[in-house]
């Protein structure tokens, strides 16, 4: 039987299961509660982490350490990750370092020590595009984006790209002697006494460069461990990238099946770092780099959008093409960010993509306690937050299939209509 299923998690962790594989979106904040609600699964088919956040990362680092009764078939990662990969999982400390002086010499050059802004919902953005404009970085990624090597988007079915550049790097960190990610507080003094010279940062400056360099530290850390669990379980990696989304229609994944709609599979990574450090930390910038997949409608399955954060836009010139196969009948698709009211046009988008009064528009919200924005409440919803919670976790939002004919099924959650 085919369902979908919202994991007891903190933060998102999406399971569907079908009579062709099992894909899991995301894992939440803990491999430990990951684990747990994975009880059961056996194997995964494909893994795909959106983005870089502990909320959606953090749970895939160590996953198949901890669950150890569970295999993977692939991980589909952010291919932005591949442009200092290398330096982190070789050389972690000369990267942590350099990352280090990047940040410092931002605020030495009279970056403001200002809070970073909040979006609509009080959340803090770690990051603002500032940033990007003080380290070059824009016109970096236009460079990146014309090198990128893509898998052509025509055909129904496509080979799965050699990465011989990641079992490279598998063997040679295998052969290494396992260098370890030192912590924020050794780089943020080792920078400092790196540049003596430099203006003294005020109180405010000093205390805002140790938060972003702590963030920075601890996504690249869940982004090194990933990588490293890779090859240590000797897990194919696929990588999907977003900048190469701007001047290329979607492509790769399994044609017919799991699908990427803002995002181009990589046949190699980028031949060598474009962007500053900074950025390859900072991905996440209003959640616009947040990876989103479809998987495919086929007979006796209905299509699912993984939104993630995204707000489904951006990125590239002009609207997004859409869905990458438009379904006959029904759609699940989750909530994206949460049901934030920072990505609620997000859900009018979505539903634009797919015109025709017959079709049932389903949407998952998971991983936040508080009440949705208003343009997900009127819309037909499950909600993980809406069962009781335990700690961090919360009750998984079951949903199945609606038992009413193909092409007009929709879906139905045994225990979980939203009540917000």
């Known amino acids: 039987m085919t369902y979908f299923e919202a994991l007891p998690v903190k933060g998102d962790a999406f399971l569907l299961a079908t009579d062709r594989y099992h894909l899991l979106v995301d894992g939440g904040g803990s491999a430990i509660t990951l684990a747990k609600a994975l009880a059961g699964v056996s194997r995964l088919d494909v893994v795909i982490c959106t983005h870089a956040d502990r909320d959606h990362a953090g749970g895939l680092t160590k996953i198949l350490s901890v669950a150890k009764f569970l295999t993977v078939g692939e991980f589909w990662l952010p291919g932005a990750w591949t442009d200092y990969l290398e330096d982190l999982v070789l050389r ?61 988007s025509d055909g129904e079915t496509q080979p799965v790209p050699a990465d011989d550049w990641f079992a490279a790097l598998g063997g040679e960190y295998l052969n290494s ?45 869940r982004i090194r461990e990933i990588a490293i669990q890779a090859i240590a379980h000797r897990v194919n990696v696929r990588w999907f990238d977003f900048s190469a989304f701007k001047l290329n229609p979607p492509s790769g994944g399994w044609p017919g099946l799991i699908q990427p709609v803002n995002a181009c599979e990589l046949v190699v990574p980028p031949p060598r770092p474009r962007v500053s450090r900074v950025n390859f930390i900072a991905l996440t910038t209003v959640n616009l ?66 015109p025709g009064s017959s079709r049932v528009f389903t949407w998952v919200r998971s991983g936040g306690l508080g009440l949705p924005c208003a343009e997900l409440l009127g819309r037909r919803r499950f909600c993980t937050a809406c069962g009781p919670t335990v700690g961090a976790t919360t009750k998984p939002a079951k949903v199945r299939l609606d038992p009413s004919p193909y092409p007009y099924w929709g879906w139905w959650s045994p225990t979980l209509p939203c009540a917000c």
């Open 92 to 152: 972690p400390a000369a990267f942590a370092a350099a990352l280090g002086e990047e940040i410092y010499e931002i605020f030495a050059d009279g970056w403001s020590a200002d809070a970073p802004p909040e979006s609509e919902d009080d959340e803090p953005l770690p990051y603002d595009r500032d940033i990007l404009n003080r380290t070059g970085t824009l016109s970096d990624l236009d460079r990146r984006t014309d090198e990128l090597s893509v898998v052509p």
């Open 289 to 354: 780099e947040s990876l989103v997949f479809q998987a495919v409608e086929r007979p006796g399955i209905p299509a699912v959008l993984f939104c993630a954060d995204s707000p489904l836009t951006g990125g590239r010139h002009g609207p997004w093409p859409g869905l990458p196969r438009v379904p006959l009948g029904g759609i699940l698709m989750t909530a994206p960010h949460h049901g934030r009211v920072s990505n609620a046009g997000a859900y009018a988008i979505a539903e634009s993509w797919l």
């Open 177 to 221: 002697a396992g260098a370890r990610l030192p912590d924020a507080r050794t780089v943020a003094a080792a920078s400092a006494r790196a540049r003596p010279f430099a203006k003294p940062l005020t109180k405010q400056q000093a205390k805002r460069r140790h938060a972003i360099l702590v963030d920075a530290i601890d996504t690249a850390q």
